[in-house]
């Protein structure tokens, strides 16, 4: 069984940047594809992105591509998603989340989840 923990969340200025951690135990971490999720005040939970779980491919929604950037250290049990060219709009708290179906977007297909991490821009 794989457990969560997010880490790196913060306030940032917009256009700034940040990088988020989510630290896995457990000894199947690396058999599992990775994505985050972010969930903004009033809204509904959204796909950010994943990447295989050998870090290979990776894929994005659109709001982010080009701005943010996903991997893994499967040595370390540990995802990274680093934002870049931050906007007001990615205020959020995020989650990282496993599953054992690379490139689904949905929650529901997804069995493991941390318990978020915040990250605000300021304008």
Do not use: H
């Not at 906007?87 to 990282?96: H, I, K, M, N, Q």
């Not at 493991?112 to 605000?120: A, E, I, K, L, S």
């Amino acid at each position: 069984q794989v457990q969560l923990v997010e880490s790196g969340g913060g306030l940032v200025q917009a256009g700034g940047s940040l990088r988020l951690s989510c630290a896995a135990s457990g000894r199947t971490f690396s058999r599992y594809a990775m994505a985050w999720f972010r969930q903004a005040p009033g809204k509904e939970r959204v796909f950010v992105g994943t990447i295989t779980s050998s870090g290979a491919s990776t894929v994005y929604a659109s709001s982010v591509k080009g701005r943010f950037t996903i991997s893994r250290d499967n040595a370390k049990n540990t995802v990274y998603l680093q934002m870049n060219s931050l906007r007001p709009e990615d205020t959020a708290v995020y989650y990282c989340a496993t599953t054992v179906y690379f490139g689904r977007t949905n929650e529901e297909s997804y069995n493991t989840w941390g318990q978020g991490t915040q990250v605000t821009v300021s304008s």
